[in-house]
């Protein structure tokens, strides 16, 4: 039976290869992020679909992890340049051509060798800022 970090790594190198059928999803998965809910392999993959399609030479990197049994939590950077359109809530942002250095941090629980949970968090301001697509907070336009 596989630890929590080798399915999370499993997951992260999945991302980067834009491989839905090596990510370690359960069928019961769920997943949990500034978008919504998802509930179950399919719709995890959905979400994840989003950014492999804005963002195809996207690439997730831990910087700090934490275990404890099967609950693990990651933050992370990810990295990538928007070449496709971003579909968000609102409608979809064109190919800006910017890149990006994304903070994120997630909660991981794995059952076994799969993926049973993520709760996703990252700032869409600052994600939207780097896009170019909304302007700068006020303390980083001063300097």
Do not use: C
């Amino acid at each position: 039976m596989a630890n929590a970090r080798e399915v999370i790594d499993r997951h992260i190198a999945a991302f980067g290869a834009k491989d839905p059928d090596a990510a370690p999803w359960a069928e019961d998965a769920e997943m949990v992020t500034p978008a919504g809910r998802f509930e179950g392999r399919d719709q995890a993959l959905g979400f994840t679909k989003v950014f492999w399609n804005a963002f195809p030479d996207a690439s997730l990197e831990i910087t700090r992890w934490i275990e404890d049994g099967a609950v693990a939590a990651a933050e992370g950077i990810l990295t990538g340049t928007q070449t496709g359109a971003l579909q968000t809530p609102d409608g979809d942002i064109p190919p800006t051509g910017k890149r990006v250095e994304l903070r994120w941090m997630a909660l991981y629980e794995v059952r076994g060798d799969q993926l049973a949970s993520e709760h996703l968090y990252f700032d869409q301001v600052e994600l939207m800022t780097q896009l170019g697509v909304m302007g700068a907070p006020p303390e980083q336009a001063a300097s």
